[in-house]
């Protein structure tokens, strides 16, 4: 049963960094894309980040553009999400979660996705 997992969430103060892992069992990681997605209290779950199966593309939400980037290594089945400058607003639940069909890449619908993990809490103190 396919699976993923989050970790590297905690509490920094604004301006500070955080660097999420997502740790795939999967048989055919090297074929999904993936994405970061987080949700905060009262708010919808947004797709924040997506990396397509070989790395070669990236997409972000505007308003992590430049601070976030998103990466895997596909030999450790694992996918990072690098949180520079953290902002209170970016205080949320972070999730991963697979794109296995690569479908609207740039849309990060959370329907085109499945394989969802626990999540990471990331909590930005101002």
């Known amino acids: 049963q396919a699976r993923v997992a989050e970790s590297g969430g905690g509490s920094v103060q604004a301006g500070g960094s955080l660097r999420l892992t997502c740790v795939a069992s999967?048989?055919?990681?090297?074929?999904?894309?993936m994405s970061w997605f987080r949700q905060a209290p009262g708010k919808e779950r947004e797709g924040i980040a997506t990396?397509?199966?070989?790395?070669?593309?990236?997409y972000y939400t505007a308003s992590v553009t430049g601070r976030f980037t998103i990466s895997r290594d596909n030999a450790k089945k694992e996918a990072y999400l690098q949180m520079n400058n953290l902002q209170p607003e970016d205080t949320a639940m972070y999730y991963c979660?697979?794109?296995?069909?690569?479908?609207?890449?740039?849309?990060?619908?959370?329907?085109?996705?499945?394989?969802w993990g626990q999540g990471t809490q990331v909590t930005v103190a101002s």
């Open positions: 999967v048989r055919h990681y090297q074929s999904d894309c």
């Open positions: 990396i397509s199966a070989s790395g070669s593309g990236q």
């Open positions: 979660a697979r794109n296995p069909w690569c479908t609207n890449l740039r849309r990060m619908r959370p329907t085109d996705h499945e394989t």
